[in-house]
Nanobody
Framework: QVQLVESGGGLVQTGGSLRLSCAAS????????MGWFRQAPGREREFVAA????????YYTDSVKARFTIARNNAKNTVYLQMNSLKPEDTAVYYC??????????????????WGQGTQVTVSS
C-alpha cells in the first residue's frame, strides 16, 4: 500500500504560480512512476504530468508544457508540481498518483494503482 497526501493548492490570479506537493508513505516511493492528474467540474480526470522512478524522464500534456514542471525527491518521498503562468482553465482538483510502470509516458488513469485525495487549484481571471 502507498498513501499519498497532496498539499499546496489554493486561489491564485491569472499569471500566478503555485507549487503542489505530494507526500508518500508506505512501500518504497522510488519503485513508482509518479503522476499528476486534474479534474475540473463536469469533466473527466485528465493526465497532466508524470516522472519516472529515478526522475530522469518526465512527460507533460501539451496544454501545460513550458508552464508546469514535475520533480521528485526520493529521499523525501515527495513529488512536486511547479505551476507557472496559471490560466483560468487550469482550475481543477489536482491529484497525485503512483504507478508500478517505469516510464514517464504513463498517462492512463488505469495504469495508476494509488491516488491521493486531491487539492483544489482555482485560478481567477
Amino acid at each position: 500500500q502507498v498513501q499519498l497526501v497532496e498539499s499546496g493548492g489554493g486561489l491564485v490570479q491569472t499569471g500566478g504560480s503555485l507549487r503542489l506537493s505530494c507526500a508518500a508513505s508506505g512501500r518504497t516511493f522510488s519503485s513508482y512512476t509518479m503522476g499528476w492528474f486534474r479534474q475540473a467540474p463536469g469533466r473527466e480526470r485528465e493526465f497532466v504530468a508524470a516522472i519516472s522512478r529515478s526522475g530522469g524522464s518526465t512527460y507533460y500534456t501539451d496544454s501545460v508544457k513550458a508552464r508546469f514542471t514535475i520533480a521528485r525527491n526520493n529521499a523525501k518521498n515527495t513529488v512536486y508540481l511547479q505551476m507557472n503562468s496559471l490560466k483560468p482553465e487550469d482550475t481543477a482538483v489536482y491529484y497525485c498518483a503512483a504507478s508500478p510502470y517505469n516510464r514517464a509516458t504513463t498517462v492512463g488513469r488505469n495504469e495508476y494503482d494509488y491516488w491521493g485525495q486531491g487539492t483544489q487549484v482555482t485560478v481567477s481571471s
